[in-house]
């Protein structure tokens, strides 16, 4: 299963991201954030459409939830990292970032 380590790894292989703070997160930000990860380093946030949203909380109730508020109902999704296998993280993180990232970077998926 993924821990806070995986998480982190992820997120900044992937071109042009940088890590910040963010009240009492960190921050995985392109042009705009698409990801964050909680103090505690159990959880991280991380932005989906609406429908892709729905799609990962129907498939994996265990390790994702809609964040309980209008952020949520934007597509800020949960993820227990403890309940998610490090390729699935993998690829929720991917699927955030491309949504994050300008159009001329998303060819380029990985750091070199």
């Known amino acids: 299963m993924a821990d806070a380590r995986d998480f ?3 997120c900044l292989s992937l071109d042009g991201t940088s890590e910040a703070p963010h ?13 964050t990860l909680a103090a505690d380093e159990q959880t991280a946030n991380i ?7 729905e799609f990962k909380c129907m498939l994996a109730p265990e390790a994702f939830q809609p964040v309980p508020n209008a952020w949520g109902r934007q597509g800020f ?6 309940n998610v296998s490090v390729e699935e993280l993998r ?3 991917e699927m955030a970032w491309r949504h994050a990232v300008p159009e001329k970077r998303k060819s380029r998926r990985t750091r070199k």
Do not use: C, G, N, W
Not at 47 to 53: A, I, N, R, S, Y
Not at 77 to 82: E, N, P, R
């Open 47 to 53: 932005k989906f459409t609406p429908d892709e949203q």
């Open 91 to 93: 690829s929720a993180v």
């Open 77 to 82: 999704t949960t993820v227990t990292l403890a």
């Open 23 to 35: 009240f009492d997160h960190r921050a995985f930000k392109v042009k705009r954030t698409y990801a």
């Open 8 to 10: 982190r790894r992820i």
